[in-house]
């Protein structure tokens, strides 16, 4: 497990959407955008339902995470995170993790997640590569 560096962990906590990619029955990538929070070291998305990429995970926990910063760096590139790592699901908790994170993502008076929702599912990444553009890489593209 690699821990993130501090830069990391500011971009995964600020308002900047995730693309994360799982791998589908055919080997394909399945790409879908994500809300992102951090735990500890791991990064972790809410599902209130059982989802492809959830689905995809369970058969195949390797996973890829991008968010993109918004910021041009040094080399005129925009700034973008790579994460590489193993997921894992943990049933329960989706909805009080989607509140946490709607007050990032949708302002100070989220009207989500929808009353009584189900109690959903966490998706959890461990990190074992971070690579990029930004304070986190090694270089330009890495």
Request: charged share 20%; net charge negative; proline share 8%.
């Amino acid at each position: 497990m690699t821990t993130l560096p501090r830069a990391a962990r500011e971009l995964l906590e600020s308002a900047r959407l995730g693309h994360i990619v799982t791998l589908s029955t055919d080997g394909a990538p399945h790409v879908t955008c994500v809300w992102v929070g951090v735990d500890g070291d791991e990064i972790v998305t809410g599902h209130l339902s059982r989802y492809q990429k959830l689905r995809n995970i369970e058969r195949d926990p390797r996973v890829a995470l991008s968010v993109a910063t918004g910021r041009l760096g040094e080399h005129g590139l925009e700034e973008y995170l790579v994460i590489n790592g193993q997921a894992r699901i943990t049933e329960g908790g989706a909805a009080e993790l989607l509140q946490r994170l709607a007050y990032r993502y949708m302002g100070p008076d989220p009207a989500f997640p929808p009353p009584n929702p189900p109690s959903g599912y966490v998706l959890r990444i461990t990190v074992d590569r971070i690579t990029g553009v930004g304070p986190w890489a090694g270089g330009p593209g890495d």
